[in-house]
């Protein structure tokens, strides 16, 4: 398991806290793909790791796009720099995936798994998403509360 649910921090929104539970169990299936196909890079592995990563491109998409939708709706303050950093997330795990997907280097994927997303996952719910989520649900920014 690379990452425990419960270590995540909670957010004012239940929706938001569900949907970061549902991030976490993907990915620690997907990172138990990287492991298996690391230890045996056979065609069963290579596809189940392939499916498992679209899988979670396009949970991330969604998950973005629910909260991208409540924050135009919501007209949040900070929409443009909360949806740039989702921009920009997708954007380096669709590349990191076209990537993998040329040279089959596992090493890279395993890499970036274990040093970069836990670390911004974390990072993006306790900064951004803790934001997004008390303004939901009072309408006011926890920074002038």
């Given amino acids: 398991?690379?990452?425990n649910k419960n270590d995540l921090p909670l957010v004012a929104m239940d929706f938001m806290n569900d949907t970061h539970f549902e991030d976490v169990e993907i990915i620690n299936e997907?990172?138990?793909n990287i492991l298996?196909?690391?230890?045996e890079q056979n065609e069963l592995n290579l596809k189940d790791?392939?499916?498992?990563y679209k899988e979670w491109v396009s949970h991330t998409e969604n998950h973005?796009?629910?909260e991208e939708i409540?924050?135009?709706e919501k007209g949040f303050f900070a929409y443009g720099f909360h949806k740039n950093e989702h921009d920009m997330n997708l954007s380096e795990i669709k590349q990191l995936f076209n990537n993998f997907q040329e040279t089959k280097n596992v090493l890279e994927l395993k890499n970036y798994f274990q040093n970069n997303l836990v670390s911004w996952l974390i990072n993006h719910i306790q900064t951004m998403d803790t934001?997004?989520?008390m303004f939901f649900k009072t309408g006011m920014s926890p920074c002038c509360m």
């Fill in 64 to 66: 973005f796009e629910t």
């Fill in 1 to 3: 398991m690379l990452i």
């Fill in 70 to 72: 409540q924050m135009r």
């Fill in 49 to 52: 790791l392939e499916n498992k």
């Fill in 30 to 32: 997907l990172y138990k």
């Fill in 36 to 39: 298996e196909y690391e230890k």
């Fill in 131 to 133: 934001v997004t989520a």
